[in-house]
């Protein structure tokens, strides 16, 4: 059974830094961060694959990274200069193939997840 498990949540003013990781048990090539605030649509995030090649939402460019520690088995997302906005759940997820470019942000490709990590941000 594949197990993903997410930390670093929390609650932070805007304009602050948090740092989230994702702990897989098995090694699969594509993964994501996806979020989810209050009345909303849960949404892709940024994706890394295998590879280690990375795409982004518009709304996070430049201020989130995401990346992977291959020997270790962990993802994680560096959240720089949040906003209010990005107050949601966050999930990480994960699938043995490789997605298409195209498809590597969509909820529906992804088989496993984690069980989320809330963050908060004020203003």
């Known amino acids: 059974q594949v197990q993903l498990v997410e930390s670093g949540g929390g609650s932070v003013q805007a304009g602050g830094s948090l740092k989230l990781s994702c702990t897989l048990s098995?090694?699969?090539?594509?993964k994501a961060w996806f979020r989810e605030g209050p009345g909303k649509e849960r949404e892709g995030v940024a994706s890394?694959?295998?590879?280690?090649?990375?795409n982004y939402t518009e709304s996070v460019k430049g201020r989130f990274t995401i990346s992977q520690d291959n020997v270790k088995n962990i993802m994680y997302l560096e959240m720089n200069d949040l906003k209010p906005e990005d107050s949601a759940m966050y999930y990480c997820?994960?699938?043995?193939?490789?997605?298409?470019?195209?498809?590597?942000?969509?909820?529906?490709?992804?088989?496993?997840w984690g069980q989320g990590t809330q963050v908060t941000i004020s203003s």
């Open positions: 098995k090694v699969l090539y594509s």
């Open positions: 890394i694959d295998g590879h280690g090649r990375t």
């Open positions: 997820a994960a699938r043995a193939i490789n997605l298409d470019f195209d498809r590597r942000l969509a909820r529906n490709e992804y088989v496993f």
